[in-house]
């Protein structure tokens, strides 16, 4: 429906760029191509991904969505597939939630009778696919599930006007986790999906007044092969920081996923489908092996001062009054947080005998503002190379920006914070003063270019309940996607 939509966001999950940037150079992202002939390629650091893993769906929101934001303002929205969207909340517009949603329940969808509508438009929509984990499908599954998205936007646009209109593609994301784009490829996995989300922002970009409908096309982090992951708590108690009643598994640092998936990948370079189709079987018993060899521990809180949380380089202090053990007196939190540090930042790799940590940072270093207190203590990112964290298969570092992550920014660079308060500048609205990042106003064109930027002093409002009835079983199911995908 043409010049319905005043501005456009196309997601693209774990779009590298290196890797976008050489295929645009060497024509393979026509589409794209086309859409930066009248804009630009931002650098723009990502959100440092350091936090406590619990169940997305029962995360609280602390601030109204942008959706929120904009229904009540008067415009109305489209939401497919944005991640954290669930339970899908009433707007002014419509949603069907993305990745995180335990089922395509009627709690998925606002408003709920979207659910018949677009199951009878496009019968086998999907969330993401079941996998086991390590064993990957060709790249035609994923390209399938990118499809659906296209598909349900344009039924979507269609369907009635938006002033705002916003779809994630999950597709590269997917099969850089089990087909880690190589530095010199013109072909493979990645390219091949890459390129049909290519011909999907030709088809979703049709249905606007482009150029004249500002598109933004965004991603959350970049992407590259790792081969080795440091194993935290095998060297948190190595340095004394932790404490276990007993334990069992791998070193410091060691293979990604073992031998066994190591040679997995090199057989996709190099086998047939159905070479592989029986291949996978044969390795499935084995793989199960390696991961029931993975480390075990008991952990000894009284003598412990700090622990891992997840794979993603947060830490957190046995803090006595908020841990339900705690160790660590509130009196002694500061002197003993510059200890944690400063013995991380000693750590060596066992092979190169470079820093294992390329930064490490307390909180306050890195966040600012009344939520401190729900950060991390203490803030880790893996050296260069090719190191990782826990039994993920790649290292998602940065947005479509730089592939290595710089934690404090540096001037002249974009932070994916900003992308908010931009859109809110592009749509004439004013953003408020508690939400982080600036609108880049130097990389605008047109009227907004020279309109000046509005902020509008506002309290942070009291955290927003997101609860949804999801059963046992529905939520069994989300895990295992999950950990088949590699993210649990």
Known sequence: MSGAVRLLIIGIDGADYEFITRWLDRGHLPHMSELLSHGQLLKCHSTLP??????????????????????????????????????AEAVNGVVVSGVGSPALSEAAFYPRSLREELSEAIPDYDLQPALEPGMYPPAETFIEYDTMRERASRFLLDRQQFDVFMVVFNGLDWAGHGYPCQDNDDEGVCLEVMQSIDEHLGSIVERSDWPKTPVLLVSDHGMHRTTRQVNLEKLFIKLGIMRVRSERGAGLVGASGGLVIRAWYLAKRVLPSSALAWLRR?????????????????????????V????????????????????????????????????????????????????????????SGPLIGGAPDIVLVPGPGDLGFGAATTQKDLSICVRQPDLFGAPGECSLA???????????????????????????????????????????????????????????????????????
């Open 308 to 367: 891992p949380v997840g794979p993603v380089g947060a830490v957190k202090l046995n803090l006595r009054g908020r841990e339900p053990q705690g160790s660590v007196s509130p009196e002694d939190y500061e002197a003993v947080r510059r200890d944690v540090i400063q013995r991380l930042r000693e750590a060596k790799d066992p092979a190169s005998g470079a820093p294992l940590f390329s930064q490490v940072a307390s909180r306050d270093d890195v966040y």
């Open 282 to 306: 044969a390795v499935n018993r084995p793989r199960k092996a390696v991961v029931r060899a993975m480390p075990s521990i008991s952990v000894d809180w009284e003598h412990t001062i700090a």
């Open 50 to 87: 350091a936090y406590e893993r619990r169940p997305w769906w029962e995360t609280p929101r602390v601030c109204p969505s942008l959706w929120r934001r904009l229904s009540d303002a008067g415009l109305s929205s489209g939401s497919l597939n944005v991640p954290m969207t669930y339970p």
């Open 418 to 488: 900003d992308l908010a308060p931009t859109v809110l500048h592009l749509l004439g609205l004013p953003a408020p003063s508690y939400m982080d990042g600036q609108v880049l106003i130097d990389h605008l064109s047109g009227e907004p270019a020279k309109r000046p930027v509005e902020i509008v002093e506002e309290e942070l409002p009291e955290p927003e309940s997101r609860e949804a009835e999801t059963t046992e079983e529905q939520e069994t199911q989300l895990t295992e996607k999950l950990r088949g995908l590699g993210y649990i």
